[in-house]
Every structure is written in C-alpha cells, then in structure tokens.
C-alpha cells in the first residue's frame, strides 16, 4: 500500500485548523501570565486585606459533640458562610483547638485566602480574608494553584489540542517544499537554544 503524503497532508490541515480554534485564548493567556511568571518582581497590584466578625447561628453552635466530630461540622459551617456571607474557596483545611473550643479553617483559592477561627462556645467566627490582584489571580490559574477540577481539565485538554496544533504545523511545513528548508533551518535554531538553555540552568 503506496503512503498518500497528500491525504495524510489534508487531515493534518484539518487539526491543524481546529486544534487551534478551542485553544487561541487560552495559548494568548498562558503566554502573557507566562511572562508575569517570569518576572516575580513586576508587582502585580496590592493584596486587599478584610476582617470581619461573624456571629454563628445557634442551629451550628448546638450541633453535638464539636470536639470529636469537628471535621463534618466544620462542612456543615462551611456551606452556612458560602451561602450566608459568600465565604468559599477551593482548597480548604479544618483543625481542631481543644483548649478554646476552636474550630480553625484555611480557605485557598486562585484569588486568595481565607483564615476562619469559630469560636464554638462563643458562637462567633472572625474571617481573615487576603485578596490577590487580577494579576496575581491570573498566575495562579496559570499555575493551577488551588483551582477547581474543571479548570485542571480545561488545561488537559487546551494542552493536547496544542500538541496536535504543534505536530500538524511540523508537518504541514515538512511537506511544504518551498519552505522545507527555512523550516529546518528554524527547527534546528530553535532546538539548539532550547537545548542550550537547557543546559545552562543545570
């Protein structure tokens, strides 16, 4: 069976079209958050700080046996704050703090943190919430630092559409007589820097 470079050189045009359509925002995104990334002095914008004291509703501080079962109560707080006061996040870590009936919850996600201290007995919470700038937001998406499953996905599959993008541009160029050997040439220079900078960072 004779290898049919032209009908290999149609379907590549075609992924090579619509890899790209689902992927041209999200390759300008991570190409300007990539260079913010590179640059960890250029500042981003202040961190807007808030406190507040929040006062817990009775139907949370009743709830029986805090000091052994502080972990599902803690979710049971958590949704109360989210729904009640917007008070969310992705990441989130509960300990207990036996001495003063304290429950104390770390909130984190792309835009920020949140530090919760609910006082059980006293029946209110103080909420320590730091807010990151768009900038800094943005890098942490970039980073996929404490963002949802579905951005972690978004990301998977923005990351093979580039990969398909990438190898059917190689070889729409490598079939491509007129430009085959300025593409080598290219190839060529742009593998030895990568393989350069390679080596100098080790």
């Given amino acids: 069976m004779q290898f049919d470079v032209s009908y290999v050189s149609r379907i590549m045009r075609k992924i090579h079209i619509f890899s790209a359509m689902p992927v041209l925002v999200l390759m300008v995104f991570f190409a300007i958050t990539g260079i913010y990334l590179n640059h960890p002095d250029w500042k981003g914008g202040d961190v807007e700080k808030q406190q507040q004291t929040i006062a817990l509703p009775k139907s949370l501080t009743d709830l029986p046996d805090w000091s052994t079962h502080y972990a599902s109560h803690s979710l049971t707080l958590l949704h109360w704050l989210d729904v009640e006061h917007g008070v969310s996040g992705v990441d989130f870590e509960i300990d207990w703090d036996e001495l003063d009936s304290l429950v104390i919850l770390n909130l984190s996600g792309p835009n920020g943190s949140t530090l919760i201290e609910a006082f059980i007995e006293e029946g209110q919470a103080h909420v320590d919430t ?48 007129m430009e085959r050997k300025n ?17 100098l960072m080790h």
């Fill in 130 to 177: 730091r807010r990151l700038s768009l900038i800094d937001m943005l890098n942490n998406i970039h980073r996929a630092k404490h963002v949802s499953g579905l951005w972690r996905m978004l990301s998977d599959i923005s990351a093979i559409c580039m990969v398909l993008f990438s190898i059917s541009g190689f070889w729409l160029v490598l079939v491509n007589r």
């Fill in 183 to 199: 593409a080598n040439i290219a190839l060529l220079l742009g593998s030895s820097l990568f393989v350069f900078t390679i080596t």
